[in-house]
């Protein structure tokens, strides 16, 4: 079973290369440059399985008590806490998480 690494980075342009590694004592890390935040699933060996990079907004439809339908609309925070697996080949994981909210993705081959 793999072992992995969380990074949360935002996007940035510079003109001297980066490097980012994962931490494996930390189950994330927020990096402030001025875009939206890059959400980061390292494998074992520090190689990305998940990137994903998004300025989100989730439109949930509810009824009211009295039976209006109204929106709510919900932001994903920039320290959202990012968790994921690599365990598997051809099916990984990332989960955001921010208060009383749990955003899942899996993907796979």
């Known amino acids: ?31 402030i440059a001025g875009g939206p935040v890059m959400y980061r699933v390292n494998s ?10 998004v ?11 009295f039976g209006d339908e109204r929106t709510a609309n919900i932001y994903i925070p920039d320290d959202a806490t990012v968790t994921g697996s690599c365990d598997q080949e051809n099916y990984v994981t990332m989960s955001l998480k921010w208060d009383a909210f749990m955003l ?4 796979s081959k």
């Open 104 to 107: 899942k993705w899996s993907f």
């Open 55 to 65: 300025d989100a907004l989730i439109s949930a439809k509810y009824r009211t008590t």
């Open 44 to 53: 074992t060996d520090g190689r990305a399985c998940i990137l994903l990079q």
């Open 1 to 31: 079973q793999k072992n992995i690494g969380l990074l949360k980075t935002t996007s940035e342009t510079s003109t001297s290369p980066t490097t980012a590694q994962a931490v494996p004592t930390m189950p994330h890390q927020r990096v």
